[in-house]
């Protein structure tokens, strides 16, 4: 143990404590491929093992956003790992990726063994829902560069594909837009959401305005979902085009980046009315249609474009899977 760093603010012990109490974590997240042990200098995986002939890798990296400032001041650490995962899972998905492996960045100004522990517990958590394996991380103290209490965390998520299951596929006008349902805000949207929480004088331990059996703070912090299973189990369909991850931007963002140039998206209003949460913010803000569709995801997750003949086939599977499916527009030549 080195006293001089511990008395520069750095627990070297502390930290070795902390992988310790993890490891059994990213072991129960082995998959083939992987087998999560953590520990050394690099994580490995094994394409050939997991079963992959022509694979095409698919990454993608991500944060949780001031979503952060809500666990920080309610003590719900539970989920904000699961955060972190979806975000970066999800939007491998939307090339038609299955994630295979998962790094986590969790950085701090003085480790707190049992918040960090209950952080990576929530990432461990949302790899085993998503297939995909914990490999390794980083956790990192850095006195002086963050508040008392808080963190900060980035994931780092590689998926493969076979080379002919990439998404997105040839979309066509006359594609139907499948909506899956969010849990909430997911990771977006949260400067926002603070300022007109503020504003509005609602305090995070209080009843939701929107759902009295929950506190503010519950719902706000409710886990972005994660899509993985239920799209790739639709993916051996050709006629399955496209998934979009609405994420930052919304649903005017997101949508029109899985489809090819003179092609737009549709959307049947009726279908999208807005779920409580989204509704309270949109009148407690003074917020238009516009800015909340391209703020928020506005109750819809995530975007499945697939041909009309196999609509009706696709909303079966991911019923099955247990999400909540509708149609909610198609694809239309731009203007």
Request: aromatic fraction near 6%; charged fraction near 25%; include cysteine.
């Amino acid at each position: 143990m080195s006293e001089a760093y511990k008395k520069a603010g750095v627990d070297i012990d502390a930290g070795e404590r902390l992988v310790d109490a993890i490891g059994p974590l990213a072991r129960a997240t082995a998959r083939p491929g992987a087998d999560a042990a953590l520990g050394g200098f690099g994580g490995l995986f094994d394409l050939k093992a997991a079963g992959f002939k022509d694979p095409i890798l698919v990454s993608g990296t991500d944060g949780v956003g001031t979503k952060l400032k809500i666990a920080f001041e309610t003590g719900l650490h539970d989920t904000i790992g699961s955060d972190l995962v979806a975000m970066c899972v999800n939007d491998v998905l939307a090339q038609g990726a299955e994630p295979l492996f998962f790094l986590d960045y969790f950085a701090t100004g003085k480790l707190d063994e049992e918040t960090a522990a209950r952080v990576v517990a929530g990432i461990a958590k949302a790899c085993a829902e998503a297939g995909c394996a914990l490999i390794g991380g980083e956790t990192a103290e850095m006195p002086g560069m963050y508040a008392p209490g808080e963190y900060d965390l980035a994931g780092f998520c590689v998926g493969a594909a076979e080379r002919a299951r990439l998404l997105p596929r040839i979309v066509n006008a006359g594609d139907v837009m499948i909506g899956l349902a969010s849990s909430g805000a997911h990771s977006n949207g949260y400067s926002l959401i603070r300022k007109i929480a503020g504003e509005a004088g609602v305090k995070y331990d209080a009843p939701a305005p929107f759902d009295k059996a929950k506190t503010l703070g519950e719902a706000l912090i409710a886990p972005t979902r994660i899509y993985v299973k239920p799209v790739l189990a639709l993916l051996d369909d050709e006629r399955v085009k496209a998934f979009a991850h609405i994420t930052g931007g919304g649903l005017a963002d997101n949508t029109p980046r899985v489809l090819p140039e003179g092609l737009e998206p549709r959307y049947d209003d009726d279908a999208l009315a807005l779920p409580p949460l989204f509704q309270w913010l949109k009148e407690t803000g003074g917020l238009s249609d516009a800015e909340m569709r391209r703020t928020f995801n506005c109750g819809i997750g995530g975007v499945v474009v697939c041909s009309p003949e196999a609509a009706d086939a696709a909303m079966e599977k991911l019923a099955a899977s247990g999400e909540t499916p509708r149609v909610i527009g198609d694809i239309k030549d731009a203007a």
